[in-house]
């Protein structure tokens, strides 16, 4: 099922990519060779957010940079649903009980990620075998359950992860949707965290919103549509794994139409790889052109984010804090080990596109 004809303003993302000059102008910025990246909770006007999972919480220097630049935690892979439901729809939230509350005991606030996604949870929600009564009331409760049991801690939830085609014709077939249909298993899945912790800011998140203009414009069709079926869409999630390569203003583009919207905005996936094509295909530019690339996509994002209202920057989020904990360079990840996706290095020292974000953060960028 397609969602209805937009009521938006699409013209940036239909129309050719807007080339201003400024949005090239962060690739000059430079950090400070050898000096500790500065605090970047102290720069930003709006919460700070990297991941972390269980095993960084043992290790004092991820703990030591994780509160010296963040203000926020999102658990990368602790609330996910292949650790927490099991075999006969049992629910274990241990592993998400301990990052929850390492946040919580170092002032730092907790974004849940993720509730519903589509690429998970199938195993036990077998929408073949399951009776369709049960496999409805077992969704219920797991929502319920999970948001429920953090009730008045938690910032926000993504509620539903990734549910636009990747070429942004239509919508995602899973067996949510088989179940309780291609909207329905998303309207249930809202309505459901919004009975249990009605003040948190719930999300529809998803990526290569700016990478792909016609997924952009699907992905806010459907919140719009949500939202015109009564759906508690509290906010966007833009994951901004970005394509280093997206022509300039494109990002612009995006941001600018997604406001049009009035919700909060969480930039809530940040990395953005130097390998064309995840390193499958021969790359013969300079590393020196792809950080200038890297650098000026990363500003342009960071400023389209500074340019929307206060009201609607929720938090700016890194998917990893150091270029180590990446998912690209992990070997339980991609495992290219020559990436360098993220505002810090290896040793948390400022990677070249920190400063492009600090400066348009602080109102520098272009002075």
């Known amino acids: 099922m397609r969602a209805d004809p937009p009521r938006l303003n699409r013209r940036a993302l239909l129309a ?27 720069i930003a006007p709006f919460p700070i957010g990297a991941t972390g999972m269980t095993g960084q919480l043992d290790q004092p220097d991820w703990v030591e940079l994780m509160l010296r630049h963040g203000s926020q935690l999102t658990p990368e892979w602790e609330q996910k649903m292949e650790r927490t439901l099991g075999p006969g729809f049992n629910h274990d939230f241990s592993a998400s009980d301990r990052v ?68 942004g014709d239509g919508l995602r077939d899973c067996h949510w949707s088989r179940a ?24 529809l998140n998803e990526y290569n919103l700016e990478n ?25 999630g833009n994951q901004s794994h970005l394509d280093i390569e997206i022509p300039a203003g494109r990002i612009t583009a995006f941001m600018r139409d997604a406001a049009s919207l009035g ?13 064309r094509d995840g390193g499958r295909m021969p790359d013969l530019r300079s590393t020196a052109e792809r950080r200038a ?46 990436e360098s996706p993220l505002l810090l290095d290896a040793a948390g020292r400022p990677n070249p596109a920190w400063q492009a974000v600090a400066d348009a953060f602080s109102g520098r960028a272009g002075a």
């Open 100 to 167: 929850v509350a390492f946040a919580r005991d170092n002032g730092l606030r907790v974004h849940g990620h993720t509730l519903i996604w589509y690429s998970q949870g199938s195993e036990v929600f077998d929408d073949a075998t399951v009776s369709r009564a049960r496999f409805a009331a077992e969704y219920d409760r797991y929502v319920s359950t999970f948001v429920g049991r953090y009730r008045g801690k938690m910032a926000g939830w993504d509620v539903v992860n990734e549910p636009v085609a990747e070429d």
């Open 212 to 236: 792909i203009p016609a997924k952009g414009a699907a992905f806010l069709r459907l919140v719009e549509r949500l939202l015109k079926l009564g759906a508690p869409v509290g906010g966007i």
């Open 293 to 338: 690339q890297q650098v000026a996509r990363v500003g342009e994002l960071a400023e389209a984010f500074m340019a929307l209202p206060g009201r609607q920057r929720y938090a700016f989020t890194t998917w990893g804090l150091r270029d180590t904990d990446s998912w690209l360079l992990r070997e339980d990840g991609k495992n290219r080990r020559d």
């Open 180 to 203: 309780l249909g291609m909207e329905g298993y998303m309207i249930r899945a809202f309505e459901q965290a919004h009975a249990a912790d009605p003040d948190a800011v719930l999300f």
């Open 16 to 42: 050719a990519p807007i080339a201003l000059a400024a949005c090239d102008r962060f690739a000059a910025a430079r950090p400070v060779p050898g000096a500790p990246a500065p605090p970047l909770k102290s």
């Open 263 to 275: 919700l909060p905005i969480h930039v809530s996936e940040l990395d953005f790889p130097l390998q």
